[in-house]
């Protein structure tokens, strides 16, 4: 197998000094031919996706959170020798955290091998995690060192290694963490995860945490459902949901774009945000509302892809 890199075309090589727009161009070729292999491979790679699993919410974090993040990226975009290697480092960079958080901080400096096995003999960990790290030990030697019998590996053998390790890295992690999350309030996995997606929008964290708002919602739907046994998924993608009532004026921003307003449902005590057409925020001024306003009114949305309520528009109000 030979390997061919030259993706860059050499403009110097030719003479052409002035290459910007031509490097550009071919910056946009790249981008589509990206593309065009993204969505001939999308259903493998969500496929992947679906075939790691979910550990729900463990309160403590070490830097290898980011190693597993990455990990379960690579999975799932198919980059399996890269999912062994990642796991493996973050298996041992785990390993040390929780060494350390036990107070036996003289195993950093032991090699996974050593460090498990006293882990073991301390009764720290029992046989069930400790055949686990040395699972993904010696699967992450084989990967690291390129052994002839790794080599031979199909790629489907190598598949089901790099699942396997990374899933039982996960049930490693909620498995040694778990004792600490007895103080979790009901609720906080939620306020968490609003927080996290907040910090990510304002500050670019780390590649593979939440992609966007829409895995976001997901995540947000699995969360109300293990805490609160509420599905916020609430109808066939595309149904028509309309919802009346007295509600709050609790915000109107008729500069934004689009133009909203956030009401409080007096019955029920949740909120709602209302995008406005031009005509609706003309009725708005006529009618003199403002924050704090009391309405009676009638607003509509139609289900999102996910049978979620996403965006909500107003349909007829009137003034208290």
Not at 144 to 156: A, G, V
Not at 230 to 239: K, L, V, Y
Request: charge should be negative; hydrophobic fraction near 40%.
């Amino acid at each position: 197998m030979r390997y061919f890199d030259c993706t860059k075309f050499d403009y110097q090589k030719f003479g052409i000094e002035e290459s910007d727009e031509l490097v550009l161009r071919d910056k946009n070729a790249y981008k589509h031919s990206f593309l065009s292999w993204v969505n001939n491979e999308i259903d493998n790679i969500v496929e992947r996706k679906w075939e790691i699993e979910n550990i729900g919410v463990v309160e403590e974090t070490g830097d290898f959170i980011r190693l597993i993040k990455e990990s379960e990226l690579s999975y799932s975009l198919g980059a399996y020798y890269s999912v062994i290697a990642l796991v493996g480092v973050a298996c041992e960079d785990l390993c040390k955290y929780f060494a350390n958080k036990k107070g036996y901080s003289s195993l950093i400096k032991k090699t996974q091998c050593i460090r498990v096995k006293e882990l073991k003999s301390l009764g720290v960990i029992d046989n069930s995690l400790f055949d686990k790290f040395d699972y993904i030990r010696k699967i992450r030697n084989d990967s690291l060192h390129f052994n002839e019998d790794f080599k031979s590996k199909d790629r489907i053998d190598l598949k089901i290694d790099a699942l396997i390790c990374l899933n039982k890295l996960k049930e490693i992690y909620k498995t040694l963490f778990s004792s600490f999350n007895a103080s979790h309030v009901k609720g906080e996995s939620i306020k968490q995860l609003i927080k996290d997606f907040a910090q990510q929008t304002a500050f670019d964290t780390s590649f593979g945490d939440t992609l966007n708002q829409e895995e976001f919602t997901m995540k947000l739907r699995y969360f109300m459902a293990d805490e609160f046994d509420m599905d916020i998924a609430i109808s066939e993608s595309g149904s028509l949901i309309k919802r009346g009532g007295i509600f709050t004026v609790l915000e109107l921003d008729l500069t934004s774009s689009p133009k909203e307003m956030t009401l409080s449902d007096r019955a029920v005590g949740s909120f709602v945000v209302v995008d406005l057409t031009n005509e609706n925020a003309k009725n708005l001024v006529s009618a003199k509302v403002k924050e704090n306003s009391s309405i009676v009114a009638s607003i509509y949305s139609t289900t999102d892809h996910q049978g979620i309520t996403a965006a909500w528009n107003l349909d007829s109000f009137f003034t208290i």
